[in-house]
């Protein structure tokens, strides 16, 4: 009788769990319906000038959206995944001009990033200048 209940109690807890795990909460929705719901503005464009990024936004292992000053965003969508450019949110990238252009290759950064452990290198796709949805 107690295995059957632990049993019943353990299928109950996972059929809970499981319900759980596949309804998004309400913050995740809003966040991943907002960088979705961005417009493309414009033609794509092969570079932008390193010295106007101001900072970077990594949503998943293919897109990247870059903040530029003067309120501009580009976002780069990676010709194919990265994998761990999601999780990690982090990368580099080597240039010997003064841009950052479609043909360069980003070098995932392992967190913590002071371990500096590498991982996978990709290239970068053109940069579609976007307009975000408003929050």
């Not at 996972?14 to 909460?25: G, H, K, N, T, V």
């Not at 907002?34 to 998943?60: F, K, M, N, Y």
């Not at 580099?92 to 002071?114: E, K």
């Amino acid at each position: 009788m107690r295995t059957a209940f632990f049993a019943a109690s353990g299928i109950a807890i996972a059929a809970a769990a499981a319900a759980m795990l596949s309804i998004p909460s309400a913050a995740a929705q809003d966040e991943t319906e907002d960088w979705q719901r961005a417009v493309p503005v414009g033609e794509p464009v092969s570079c932008v000038p390193l010295r106007q990024i101001r900072s970077t936004e990594v949503h998943d292992d293919r897109t990247i959206d870059f903040r530029m000053t003067g309120g501009r965003t580009y976002r780069n969508t990676l010709p194919h995944d990265c994998p761990g450019l999601g999780f990690d949110e982090a990368f580099s990238y080597r240039t010997s001009l003064s841009q950052l252009c479609s043909v360069d290759i980003i070098t995932v950064l392992r967190q913590p990033i002071s371990s500096a452990i590498q991982g996978p290198s990709c290239g970068l796709g053109e940069f579609q200048p976007i307009e975000t949805a408003e929050r």
